[in-house]
């Protein structure tokens, strides 16, 4: 089946430094991802959708230039949170959507801001 | 009003117990419907999809009512295992997911 692979699982990163996030689609061409964010005891929250060579598209009230998404290709997607506050510390999850095996999460990556 | 409702529970039930989940949805112009099994700290892994006529996969049975906007997980004999949170899914007509707050399952010994 289709494996979307996602680094780091597990990172920590002082207050004001940036974070990226990566998410590779290893056995297909995934053309759009979405980038999800779930803090603790509550819903995944869709931020924001990428397509590749193509600019990303935010959901309301995420930022965009706090939150840069890159899909240069079709099997690499990057999500780079920039300027890190305590408050950014939450799990963020990929999907990429595949008209072949619908849709398959990376792994999550539990981001903590001290 | 949230775009996709659960009781966030927890559900507490025995080994061997029936239990059902339920969820309902706000736009009616939703066009897939998912129910996901989130483990703790984990990314959600599809379950099973959900279609009008209902499906059933083993203990689960799924149900899907458009006119109700109103989606159900029925899980018979409980195991231990089953012990999760159920994610309620659907899928706008761009293809994104938009998930629910999840309702958290406990089944104990």
């Known amino acids: 089946g289709a494996v979307v692979s996602q680094h780091p699982s597990r990172v920590i990163c002082k207050s004001g430094t940036s974070v990226k996030i990566e998410c590779r689609s290893l056995d297909f061409q995934a053309t759009t991802m979405f980038w999800y964010r779930q803090f603790p005891k509550q819903s995944l929250m869709l931020m924001a959708t990428?397509?590749?060579?193509?600019?990303?598209?935010?959901e309301q009230g995420v930022e965009k230039d706090k939150f840069l998404i890159n899909h240069a290709s079709l099997t690499l997607s990057t999500l780079t949170v920039t300027s890190a506050h305590p408050e950014d510390s939450s799990f963020y999850i990929c999907s990429a959507a595949d008209r072949s095996y619908g849709y398959t999460f990376g792994s999550g990556t539990r981001l903590t801001v001290v | 009003r949230k775009e996709v409702e659960q009781d966030p529970g927890p559900f507490n039930v025995p080994e061997g117990a029936t239990v059902a989940f339920n969820c309902t949805y706000s736009?009616?112009?939703?066009?897939?419907f998912f129910w996901y099994r989130q483990d703790c700290r984990k990314e959600p892994k599809l379950l099973m999809s959900?279609?009008?006529s209902g499906n059933e996969d083993g203990r689960f049975t799924a149900q899907l009512n458009r006119a109700s906007q109103y989606i159900s997980l029925l899980i018979r004999d409980s195991k231990l295992s089953d012990s999760a949170t159920y994610l309620c899914?659907?899928?706008?007509?761009?293809?994104?997911?938009?998930f629910g707050q999840g309702t958290t399952l406990q089944v104990k010994p």
């Open positions: 899914v659907v899928t706008r007509n761009t293809g994104k997911l938009i």
């Open positions: 736009n009616s112009a939703s066009q897939s």
């Open positions: 959900v279609y009008s």
């Open positions: 990428s397509n590749e060579g193509s600019k990303a598209t935010y």
